[in-house]
């Protein structure tokens, strides 16, 4: 199969993702980026994490992006970033700009019932407190993809995480 025929894959983005600098690194490339709006879903803050997750929500409306166009190799960058604790799952979201529906793929929290699920997730405090961190973890990850040198995906998923509290 040539690359011009290569499947291409629509991804709803939510949290970090959401800015250019973070998922250039992750897909090294920025892809074309349109917003979007995923209905029936939440957006909740993880204690002790920095990013994200959505679970399902009956009158929830999440604020979002889709990604679009991404190779299967990128989609792969994503998945081994989400992790387990994602599924990933067909989703209908509403496009912003022209209101067309569009079925897209979403990382949705797998533990809909988790107790460190809460409150309200904001994307622009992200990106005041913690944007920087999440640059320099994506840079991390890349580096570590390219090269394991026998570390594994936790030893990079601690770069986003919350720094302990200082006693």
Not at 117 to 124: I, L, N, P, Q, V
């Amino acid at each position: 199969m040539s690359s011009s025929e290569s499947p291409s894959h629509n991804v709803f983005v939510y949290g970090s993702f959401q800015e250019p600098a973070v998922v250039g690194l992750i897909l090294e490339c920025t892809p074309v980026i349109v917003s979007a709006q995923l209905h029936g879903f939440h957006r909740y803050r993880l204690k002790g994490r920095l990013h994200p997750c959505i679970a399902p929500f009956e009158t929830g409306v999440i604020n979002g992006k889709v990604l679009t166009g991404l190779t299967n190799a990128q989609l792969e960058n994503l998945d081994m970033i989400e992790g387990a604790e994602y599924e990933r799952k067909t989703v209908e979201v509403v496009l912003t700009d022209t209101l067309e529906k569009m079925q897209v793929e979403a990382f949705i929290w797998a533990n809909k019932d988790d107790p460190d699920m809460y409150g309200e997730w904001d994307f622009e405090e992200w990106k005041r407190l913690h944007m920087e961190k999440f640059i320099e973890a994506s840079k991390k990850f890349i580096e570590w993809k390219k090269n394991p040198n026998g570390k594994t995906r936790e030893e990079f998923a601690k770069f986003v995480n919350e720094d302990p509290p200082v006693a």
